[in-house]
């Protein structure tokens, strides 16, 4: 299809169709200096000047964004509505007593605005998001220690078994001290002690659960379900969500507390769209005394050297990622599954013959990616060759080094998760990123996780350079697909966007007026072109 046929094609149809039916009132135009859709539609395909070209670049941007706004404000308002569970307040010290480490003035902040939430009698729908290290789990913990001391029960849902086991060994250790009892329920434990669990759960016996996907199934039911907390975001489509807040008891119950945890740092033009519906606590310090992880840019020349390095810090009793680029999210790449298998091998028989060498990648079953991780993290694998997969949450304090191939072909802000699996625990830890690419824009994009660590400016950078499309990869369903209005050169026009949104419904808070029928059904339509997000 020619540019010549398909500018054809568009002229005949703004001719021969009728003009474009206008949804937004005439006032409310021209409070915000915004031309008529019918002039819009002629102007961004056939515009006589830059000016008429700008100005229905504007007006359709404004619309999008401002649509979005409304959307997200009355999901928000449609959320909040109804009762939530009522916590008594309490004093964080009593909460702190049980930490062998002091909360940073982030987490404090943290606390305080969800406690804040849970003791309004309003449901709680918070995001707390937090860099790579940050503690947001201690935040998780002072929320669900809030549940216990009110009578209620608290579920956590962990996006993998590993991730899962984990949670539970930690705020077990760490909650023990207040009476509370930790459970933990995956989908490979005994059908028996799935049983087990399940009373507990149902008596009330059992304080607080921690789980993945399991806790989603039938026999699962709450004596009296106040809270439940979702880690890694992302990794569980709204559904699943709603369907775990849903097990909160009997029909006409206050709707449990949600508390949402994210390691993804997300810009704040790009938090205020998808996170539109969700009130946000940003912890922005890290504990002290964490060793910040040394970043470096090799290229192939180094290789050599880089693999004595490696030997140097098995040796030392240390373990080491190697991450190759994932397999399903390059298809087209040489990095095909055979070659992810064959790097493994060429290590495993002809480098590092001395040391244990194990692989995971998201091909395998769940279960041998299970086992795969569960080795590296006992320690019986020195050195572990995988995909992404290893991204979300695995603690293995004792890896020190992270080695990352074809760094070019990895978005900012998923290096930087990569980086966060070390430097975890006390010894100094490194990041190699390794990259024949001479493009000098692709140089400057990886220089600059060399020069910070700050996840939150990696994450704008990250933004102006690749776009919000992708920024997220596939895993982000709840980005709403924009035709005209760009999240990152936009900003100015969704501030306004946002503030018309507020206050139009400060005056109409459910769009009832005749005059707003138009704007609620172009409300509705985006509700149904984007379900993941609006559920």
């Given at each position: 299809v020619s540019n010549n046929l398909l500018a054809g094609l568009v002229q005949r149809a703004l001719e021969e169709l009728p003009?474009?039916?206008?949804?937004?009132?005439?006032?409310?135009?021209?409070?915000?200096g915004l031309a008529p859709a019918a002039e819009c539609y002629r102007n961004i395909h056939f515009p006589d000047s830059f000016e008429n070209l700008e100005a229905a670049?504007?007006?359709f941007s404004f619309e999008e964004l401002f649509y979005l706004s409304l959307g997200l404000a009355l999901l928000r308002e449609r959320r909040s509505r109804g009762e939530g569970p009522v916590f008594q307040a309490a004093e964080l010290e009593a909460?702190?007593?049980?930490?062998?480490?002091?909360?940073?003035?982030?987490?404090?902040?943290?606390?305080?605005?969800?406690?804040?939430?849970?003791?309004?009698?309003?449901?709680?729908?918070?995001?707390v998001q937090g860099?790579?290290?940050?503690?947001?789990?201690?935040?998780?913990?002072?929320?669900?220690?809030?549940?216990f001391r009110a009578g209620w029960q608290c579920a956590m849902m962990a996006p993998t078994e590993i991730l899962a086991e984990q949670h539970a060994r930690s705020l077990s250790v760490l909650l023990a001290p207040a009476g509370m009892t930790v459970g933990l329920l995956t989908g490979s434990m005994r059908a028996a002690e799935k049983r087990a669990v399940y009373a507990a759960l149902g008596s009330g016996a059992l304080s607080f659960v921690v789980g993945t996907h399991a806790l989603l199934s039938e026999g699962v039911t709450f004596q009296r379900l106040g809270l439940v907390i979702t880690d890694e975001q992302h990794r569980f489509g709204v559904e699943q969500r709603s369907a775990l807040a849903a097990k909160a008891n009997p029909a006409g119950a206050a709707r449990p507390h949600v508390l949402v945890m994210s390691a993804t740092p997300i810009p704040r033009t790009l938090a205020l769209i998808i996170y539109g519906d969700l009130d946000v606590s940003v912890i922005d310090e890290l504990p002290p005394g964490r060793m910040p992880v040394r970043t470096l840019l090799v290229g192939e020349s180094k290789r050599r050297r880089m693999y004595g390095f490696v030997r140097e810090q098995v040796r030392a009793g240390r373990q080491v990622y190697?991450?190759?680029?994932?397999?399903?999210?390059?298809?087209?790449?040489?990095?095909?599954?055979?070659?992810?298998?064959?790097?493994a091998r060429v290590l495993r028989e002809e480098v590092f013959p001395e040391f244990r060498v194990g692989l995971v990648h998201g091909k395998l079953k769940a279960r041998e990616k299970e086992a795969a991780m569960a080795a590296f993290t006992a320690g019986e694998t020195d050195i572990l060759v995988c995909t992404t997969v290893i991204e979300v949450g695995v603690d293995v304090p004792n890896a020190n080094?992270?080695?990352?191939?074809?760094?070019?072909?990895?978005?900012?802000?998923?290096?930087?998760?990569?980086?966060?699996?070390?430097?975890?625990?006390?010894?100094?830890?490194?990041?190699?990123?390794?990259?024949d690419n001479r493009n000098p824009e692709t140089r400057a994009r990886l220089k600059v996780l060399t020069d910070t660590r700050d996840g939150f400016k990696i994450a704008e950078e990250d933004l102006k350079l690749r776009g919000p499309g992708d920024f997220f990869g596939a895993?982000?369903?709840?980005?709403?697909?924009?035709?005209?209005?760009?999240?990152?050169?936009?900003?100015?026009?969704?501030?306004?966007?946002?503030?018309?949104?507020?206050?139009?419904?400060?005056?109409?808070?459910?769009?009832?007026?005749?005059?707003?029928?138009?704007l609620l059904e172009k409300v509705r339509g985006l509700f149904e072109e984007n379900p993941d997000m609006f559920n």
């Open positions: 003009p474009a039916a206008e949804s937004l009132p005439e006032d409310f135009r021209a409070a915000h670049r504007r007006r909460f702190e007593r049980l930490l062998p480490f002091a909360l940073t003035g982030a987490q404090r902040r943290a606390v305080r605005e969800a406690a804040a939430d849970m003791t309004s009698g309003r449901p709680m729908n918070r995001l860099d790579v290290g940050s503690g947001k789990t201690a935040v998780a913990a002072a929320c669900a220690w809030l549940a190697i991450v190759c680029p994932a397999v399903e999210e390059n298809p087209e790449s040489e990095w095909d599954l055979k070659a992810v298998n064959e790097y080094l992270i080695i990352i191939e074809n760094a070019d072909r990895y978005g900012l802000s998923q290096l930087h998760q990569l980086r966060g699996r070390v430097g975890r625990g006390a010894h100094q830890s490194w990041c190699v990123l390794v990259s895993r982000q369903h709840g980005l709403p697909v924009l035709r005209v209005a760009d999240f990152n050169t936009d900003a100015r026009v969704l501030k306004e966007a946002q503030d018309a949104a507020a206050e139009l419904l400060a005056g109409d808070p459910a769009l009832a007026l005749p005059i707003h029928r138009p």
